[in-house]
């Protein structure tokens, strides 16, 4: 009985441990689903930085609880898949969403986010957002568009004045020979 116990106690620590680098989580209840299944959905997590775990419902509790997440808990019942993701969340929840939607045995029902605990129709809203490099791109040429246009303007301005004394310096150099001339 006591190495069970201490069994358990390392499972949490290692948990606890776990939930302290985090950048996202995702419950998902898997019944249903075979071994190959999951294993598959670990190695498209594997190169994301993420790692999927079949988790005892208390034991991840408590190490939720220890982290300061414990609201989280309240989604882990039934049999509980967790999937930690270490690197880009968005990235790993993505390949979640996708794998659920090939495998219907796979239902996720919640994840915890930047702080924030989202349900799984809030997880497949961040899911569906493009790719963190095309939202930055996107806010890039955003804040350029207006600082072209200004630039544009800008110029403009000095483009008109310099061909309006252009203009200019052609009627006087038109204007001073037949003057000079006349003289």
Same mark, same amino acid.
């Given at each position: 009985?006591?190495?069970?116990?201490?069994?358990?106690?390392?499972?949490?620590?290692?948990?606890?441990?776990?939930?302290?680098?985090?950048?996202?989580?995702?419950?998902?209840?898997?019944?249903?689903?075979?071994?190959?299944?999951?294993?598959?959905?670990?190695?498209?997590?594997?190169?994301?930085?993420?790692?999927?775990?079949?988790?005892?419902?208390?034991?991840?509790?408590?190490?939720?609880?220890?982290?300061?997440?414990?609201?989280?808990?309240?989604?882990?019942?039934?049999?509980?898949?967790?999937?930690?993701?270490?690197?880009?969340?968005?990235?790993? #929840? =993505?390949? &979640?969403?996708?794998?659920?939607?090939?495998?219907?045995? *796979?239902?996720?029902? +919640? $994840?915890? @986010?930047? /702080?924030?605990?989202?349900?799984?129709?809030? #997880? =497949?809203? &961040?899911?569906?957002?493009?790719?963190?490099?095309?939202? *930055?791109?996107?806010? +890039? $040429?955003? @804040?350029? /568009?207006?600082?072209?246009?200004?630039?544009?303007?800008?110029?403009?301005?000095?483009?008109?004045?310099?061909?309006?004394?252009?203009?200019?310096?052609?009627?006087?150099?038109?204007?001073?020979?037949?003057?000079?001339?006349?003289?």
């Amino acid at each position: 009985m006591p190495s069970v116990r201490k069994e358990r106690e390392a499972s949490v620590a290692l948990l606890t441990k776990a939930f302290e680098d985090v950048q996202g989580l995702v419950v998902s209840e898997y019944t249903g689903m075979k071994t190959p299944e999951l294993n598959e959905l670990r190695s498209k997590l594997r190169p994301l930085k993420g790692e999927c775990r079949i988790v005892k419902n208390t034991l991840v509790q408590i190490a939720l609880k220890n982290s300061g997440i414990e609201k989280f808990g309240e989604y882990f019942t039934g049999p509980s898949a967790l999937v930690i993701q270490r690197g880009d969340a968005v990235t790993s #929840l =993505k390949v &979640v969403i996708d794998f659920s939607k090939q495998h219907e045995n *796979l239902k996720v029902r +919640a $994840g915890y @986010l930047n /702080g924030q605990i989202l349900s799984a129709a809030e #997880l =497949k809203a &961040v899911a569906a957002l493009p790719p963190r490099i095309v939202l *930055l791109s996107q806010l +890039a $040429g955003g @804040l350029q /568009g207006p600082l072209s246009r200004f630039h544009g303007v800008l110029s403009a301005s000095l483009r008109n004045l310099a061909t309006a004394l252009d203009q200019v310096s052609k009627k006087k150099a038109a204007a001073a020979p037949a003057g000079g001339g006349a003289a």
